[in-house]
RNA sequence: GCCUCGUUCGUCUAGUGGCCAAGGACGCCGCCCUUUCAAGGCGGAGAUCACGGGUUCGACUCCCGUACGAGGUACCA
């Protein structure tokens, strides 16, 4: 019943960790199959064993949970057309590599690395583009007994038509037309007996029939290859989305190394999963001229493949933390407080609190707390800094800090001591209590309200800014504010 | 080198022949609000739509060329 509906996979290889950019591009797959109710399929291109990196495929899939992208098929669930790891799938590829050399698709070919690899000096000695020059292709059917005879490791190419061309049909692009002449005869089988990309990816995509492929554009030069293995194989050939890659500042390719973070990095910075989301799809796709916050579920709603731009986009980390904050701001208190918790617990050296403010942390304090940060967080991780003052001991800073501007240290202490006296003499510690008192403290000693809040705000957190004075005092407490305020002022005498 | 793709404000982008002397957002600057910092409001600078030719009554939008950028050119994906 889902026989005629989408069906998207993609197919990262645990080579490394994947990068944003190519969440954005899982992206745009998961979100179309979620649009159009079709399936979402995982594989795993791990042929390439010797680069295959532990781990990377777990952590692969963390990065999905943590965005909030499940599958219907591929690794640990299964589903109907598995198996999902190509390194389990090596028998099917040669059954269709053996297919192809009896069809006279592909062949047997027995250069080593080393004449290879003297062919292409060659060839750059002569200007010419490095291209496999197709020895094998024509080797007699003596000789080819004779390598067999001796045992020679061979290898399976693809022998491309040697004339007229070959047009990829790319629903973004449109058609992209190949002279036939300059695409030379990939391997397509290794001497291990693992399928490389090329041909695992079709038989793949065709035995699990894949409808729509979204890959990046980077895979432009090599469809031409594609489109001929699937001809030779009387396939059909599935959509092709080559989606524009998500460039580095630099312009460039992200690559982990170099420019690009990991979601990782993005969850230990605080940046929000929900807010990552949104900021992705708007890499090298846009609803309309002005749209650009929007929920998963509206994102489902309103994503199609044909607003997919061609151009590449660099990622911009000043976008990312805005929405972050828009995200967070979005958060109910309860919610802010139960997901900056775990950022403000973490150790100090983990960008935590100071490791000698105790755990756990009061809710209830941490939740007064960081109801006056709220709008001014732009990530969660950032909020342990900015709040220490509240949870720590000693305060530490330059007594300098106290003068405010056009005051001096005399002044200053008067004020302090004034500020005190007013204070003590509250019966409430409120906000709503302190201010109008205050207020006129800093009209009869003849200060601007900042100079003497200002000074206050120094005294009280060790900063130049805080949330709003009153409030803040209120939630760190009488005993606290008053003894800080004491301490200001011998500081200051 | 060869092949291919791309090119609208610094950045993400809207724009599918007239609605565009190019709209939004981030960032930046200024003003307002204001006890600081944010948030918010208002305003500003910022793109001769890479350049040059066509096609057309009319082009950011179509075609060709050039420049620049990027990708590919592996028994990597």
Not at 248 to 277: C, I, T, Y
Not at 305 to 320: N, P, R
Not at 371 to 398: I, P
Not at 460 to 475: D, K, N, Y
Request: hydrophobic content about 40%.
């Amino acid at each position: 019943m889902t026989e005629h509906k989408p069906r998207l996979r993609f197919a990262p290889s645990p080579t490394g960790f994947m990068h944003i950019g190519g969440y954005r591009t899982l992206l745009f797959s998961w979100l179309y199959a979620r649009h159009t109710g079709g399936s979402f399929i995982l594989r795993i291109e791990d042929t390439d064993v010797a680069r295959t990196v532990e781990g990377a495929i777990e952590v692969m899939l963390d990065g999905m949970r943590w965005l909030g992208m499940d599958y219907d098929e591929g690794p640990i669930i299964g589903g109907q057309y598995g198996p999902y790891y190509q390194t389990q799938r090596k028998a099917l590829y040669q059954e269709y590599a053996h297919q192809l050399i009896e069809s006279g698709h592909a062949y047997r070919c027995y250069c080593t690395s080393e004449r290879l690899e003297q062919m292409r000096n060659a060839q750059a000695a002569q200007k010419l583009p490095p291209r496999y020059d197709r020895h094998c292709r024509y080797l007699t059917d003596e000789e080819r007994d004779a390598n067999e005879a001796a045992g020679l490791k061979w290898v399976v190419r693809f022998a491309m038509p040697l004339e007229g061309e070959t047009v990829v049909h790319d629903e973004i692009h449109g058609d992209i037309t190949f002279k036939n002449s300059d695409i030379d005869d990939a391997v397509i089988v290794k001497s291990d007996g693992f399928a490389l990309y090329h041909l695992a990816h079709i038989v793949d995509d065709h035995l699990m029939g894949i409808t729509h492929v979204l890959r990046g554009d980077d895979w432009i030069s090599s469809a031409p290859r594609h489109v001929q293995i699937y001809n030779a194989l009387g396939w059909e050939i599935p959509l092709f989305y080559h989606v524009p890659n998500v460039l580095g500042k630099d312009k460039k390719k992200l690559s982990k190394r170099h420019n690009a973070p990991s979601w990782v990095e993005l969850k230990e910075k605080g940046f929000l999963p929900e807010a990552v989301f949104n900021f992705l799809a708007l890499i090298g796709w846009a609803y309309d001229d002005k749209t650009e916050l929007f929920t998963r579920e509206e994102l489902i709603r309103v994503f199609t493949l044909d607003h997919i731009g061609a151009a590449g986009g660099i990622y911009d980390q000043d976008k990312l933390l805005w929405m972050n904050g828009v995200y967070i701001r979005q958060l109910s208190l309860e919610d802010l407080v139960e997901r900056a918790l775990p950022y403000m617990e973490r150790p100090e050296a983990e960008g935590g609190l100071p490791d000698s403010v105790g755990r756990s942390l009061d809710r209830q304090y941490t939740s007064s707390v960081l109801h006056l940060e709220h709008e001014r967080l732009k990530t969660l991780g950032e909020a342990a800094e900015v709040v220490s003052f509240f949870f720590v001991d000693e305060l530490h800073y330059e007594t300098a800090m106290l003068v405010q501007k056009g005051m001096d240290i005399g002044r200053t202490h008067a004020g302090l001591v004034r500020a005190r006296d007013l204070l003590n003499s509250l019966e409430e510690w409120r906000h709503e209590v302190m201010e109008p008192p205050m207020r006129e403290l800093a009209a009869e000693l003849g200060l601007k309200p900042g100079q003497l809040f200002g000074a206050i705000r120094v005294a009280i957190s060790g900063r130049t800014a805080t949330p709003p004075l009153f409030e803040t005092m209120e939630v760190l407490g009488r005993e606290r504010s008053m003894a800080r305020i004491e301490q200001a002022i011998e500081r200051s005498a």
